[in-house]
């Protein structure tokens, strides 16, 4: 028997049970509409009108704040307006930003609750998340919150994940997101609310930072969002881009390069799968990237005569200024090391 003819004999019965559920759903419905009114979008995806504007927004005055925290914000601000929007962590939810506060614990006898103890699995919360996308289908956001070498004394052994931006980028039908402040990461929830058939990740840091002038919730849309540019005619003499907690290093050096009479352009790059090209025009083929990670895949963006700031080893136990001196993370190593040598200044 063919594997065709096999599988092809389960259709009758599987036609009858889904008739069977629109039934009982539909005498669900009438006993009780607004649950069932409630119930509907969750299964069938359908987000309410301008849930959207829930999320926060960020000024350049705003304060400065880990991405971690701001996740936090995005999080909560969502599970209030969101039907359906559960989260969880593996018993670090207080630690790592990723606590519903408006809910309980999932369990038993409070179904109705949001957070999810998976206990100390990192894998197995991997796994159970990807059952539920599978039964819904339910989209999946995995929020990572100890990003590069700003961890500091936490050390390289645990805390520093040097090559893991780059694993996640090489997943295929995955998005993976890296934004550098408040705006950046209510952008990449929004966009990864909407996929329930793509997995997004999350890489956030804890370190507070600021919000820089120029980002956007909207500019995530692109994955690559020019956030300065003093050139004309889309035609900037270097163009820096960086990702994360490096893009403030990219807007510093540039105004270190700009009081020397060049034009530059500054590129968040936040999510690799959703770059447009118009941020990169092709004319333009002197870029530096700048990322507190493995450089590895940065070359099909930098081109040929382009050049790369990252870390190609593993990390080390010292305090995060340090660490970024030692590593030549610094405005000082991308102007000196990388601009110059370019443009030859």
């Not at 419905?29 to 119930?39: G, N, R, S, T």
């Not at 039907?83 to 790592?96: Q, V, Y």
């Not at 930003?97 to 408006?102: E, G, P, S, V, Y």
């Not at 956030?204 to 020019?226: A, D, F, H, M, W």
Request: glycine content about 10%; charged content about 20%; some cysteine.
């Amino acid at each position: 028997m063919s594997h065709s003819s096999h599988w092809s004999r389960q259709t009758p019965e599987g036609s009858a049970l889904e008739s069977n559920w629109n039934a009982t759903f539909a005498a669900y419905q009438k006993k009780y509409p607004e649950e069932a009114a409630e119930l509907k979008p969750i299964i069938t995806g359908e987000l309410p009108a301008g849930w959207e504007k829930a999320l926060p927004t960020h000024t350049p005055e705003s304060p400065g704040d880990a991405t971690r925290n701001l996740s936090q914000q995005c999080l909560n601000a969502l599970a209030k307006v969101v039907p359906g929007f559960i989260g969880g962590s593996a018993d670090l939810a207080s630690s790592n930003m990723t606590l519903l506060k408006a809910f309980g614990d999932f369990q038993k006898a409070t179904p109705e609750e949001r957070n999810l103890r998976f206990g100390v699995r990192e894998h197995g919360m991997g796994a159970i998340c990807n059952g539920i996308a599978l039964h819904n289908p339910a989209g999946v956001i995995y929020v990572m919150t100890h990003d590069s070498i700003g961890l500091g004394e936490d050390g390289p052994t645990t805390h520093q994940p040097i090559e893991h931006i780059a694993s996640f980028r090489a997943m295929p039908n995955t998005l993976m997101f890296r934004p550098t402040d408040g705006n950046e990461t209510a952008g990449a929830y929004k966009i990864s609310v909407t996929k329930r058939k793509t997995p997004s990740i999350l890489a956030l840091y804890r370190q507070n930072l600021p919000q820089l002038p120029g980002t956007s919730i909207e500019g995530v849309e692109k994955g690559g969002n020019t956030i300065s540019d003093n050139s004309s005619g889309n035609n900037p003499d270097v163009i820096l881009i960086g990702t994360g907690s490096e893009l403030e290093i990219a807007a510093q050096a540039a105004e270190v390069i700009m009081k020397e009479g060049k034009t530059v352009r500054v590129v968040s790059f936040v999510c690799w799968e959703l770059f447009e090209e118009s941020v990169l025009p092709s004319g333009v083929s002197a870029r530096v990237s700048i990322e507190a990670a493995s450089t590895f895949g940065w070359g099909k963006i930098y081109g040929g005569r382009g050049k790369s700031i990252g870390i190609n080893s593993f990390g080390a136990s010292a305090p995060a200024p340090l660490l970024s001196k030692e590593f030549g993370i610094t405005v000082e190593a991308v102007v000196d090391l990388k601009i110059r040598t370019i443009l030859s200044i």
